[in-house]
Antibody, heavy 119, light 112 residues
Framework: QVQLQESGPGLVRPSGTLSLTCVVS?????????WNWVRQPPGKGLEWIGD???????NYNPSLKSRVTISVDKSKNQLSLKLTSVTAADTGVYYC????????????WGQGTMVTVSA | QSVLTQPPSVSGAPGQRVTISCTGT?????????VHWYQQLPGTAPKLLIY???NRPSGVPDRFSGSKSGTSASLAITGLQAEDEADYYC????????????FGGGTKLTVL
C-alpha cells in the first residue's frame, strides 16, 4: 500500500514562495498514477491545486495556474509543490493524494501539512 | 465559490436517513463524469467513501450509498450513527476548466 508524507516550512512570509514535498513510500512515483496536491484553508473546503503524471506535463487549477509548479523527482521518489507570491489566502493544510487503484478517486492521502502565510 | 454546490449543513437523529446533494453543470456531473464522495473527521485527511458515483471501497459500510441524476449527485446515509458526524465532500471532473478536478464546498453532518 502506497503511503504519502508531506513536509515543508510551516510559516511562509507574504509575497514569498511556498515549497512542499510529498515523499512516496511503499511504491514508486514512476508508477502509472496521477499525483495530486489538494489544499484546505482553515474552516473551509477542499481545493484541488493540480496533478502530474510521472512522465507527462502537469495540470493546474486555472485559479492558481500562474503561481503554481508541480514536479516529480524520481531519484528521491517524491512529489513537489511550489506556490509563488503567496498571501494570507494561501494559508491552510496541504495534502498530496492519489487514485492508487485507477478508480479516479483519491483513495490514498497524506496526513497533510499546515502552512501559515504571515509576516 | 465552488463549482459543485452542496448544502452547508444537514442533520438527523440516530437511526434516520439523510441525503446530501451535490449539484453541478453540463460540463461536470451532467457530462457523465464520475462523482466521488469523501468523509472528513476533524483534524484528519479526507477518507474516500464512494467512488465512481455508486461504488463503495472495501471497509465502507453499506449504510452509505451514492446516486446521480442529470447534473446532480447524492450521498445517502441510512441508519445514522453518532460516528457519522463529519464533513462530506463531493468531487468530479470539469471539462470546461482546462481539465480540472473540482470539489463541492462541503456539508457538515450533525447527528442530533
Amino acid at each position: 500500500q502506497v503511503q504519502l508524507q508531506e513536509s515543508g516550512p510551516g510559516l511562509v512570509r507574504p509575497s514569498g514562495t511556498l515549497s512542499l514535498t510529498c515523499v512516496v513510500s511503499g511504491g514508486s512515483i514512476s508508477s502509472s498514477n496521477w499525483w495530486n496536491w489538494v489544499r484546505q484553508p482553515p474552516g473551509k473546503g477542499l481545493e484541488w491545486i493540480g496533478d502530474i503524471y510521472h512522465s507527462g506535463s502537469p495540470n493546474y487549477n486555472p485559479s492558481l495556474k500562474s503561481r503554481v509548479t508541480i514536479s516529480v523527482d524520481k531519484s528521491k521518489n517524491q512529489l513537489s509543490l511550489k506556490l509563488t507570491s503567496v498571501t494570507a489566502a494561501d494559508t491552510g493544510v496541504y495534502y498530496c493524494a492519489i487514485p492508487s487503484r485507477g478508480i479516479g478517486a483519491f483513495d490514498v492521502w497524506g496526513q497533510g501539512t499546515m502552512v501559515t502565510v504571515s509576516a | 465559490q465552488s463549482v459543485l454546490t452542496q448544502p452547508p449543513s444537514v442533520s438527523g437523529a440516530p437511526g434516520q436517513r439523510v441525503t446530501i446533494s451535490c449539484t453541478g453543470t453540463s460540463s461536470n456531473i451532467g457530462a457523465g463524469y464520475d462523482v466521488h464522495w469523501y468523509q472528513q473527521l476533524p483534524g484528519t485527511a479526507p477518507k474516500l467513501l464512494i467512488y465512481g458515483t455508486t461504488n463503495r471501497p472495501s471497509g465502507v459500510p453499506d449504510r452509505f450509498s451514492g446516486s446521480k441524476s442529470g447534473t446532480s449527485a447524492s450521498l445517502a446515509i441510512t441508519g445514522l450513527q453518532a460516528e457519522d458526524e463529519a464533513d462530506y465532500y463531493c468531487q468530479s471532473y470539469d471539462s470546461s476548466l482546462s481539465g480540472s478536478q473540482v470539489f463541492g464546498g462541503g456539508t457538515k453532518l450533525t447527528v442530533l
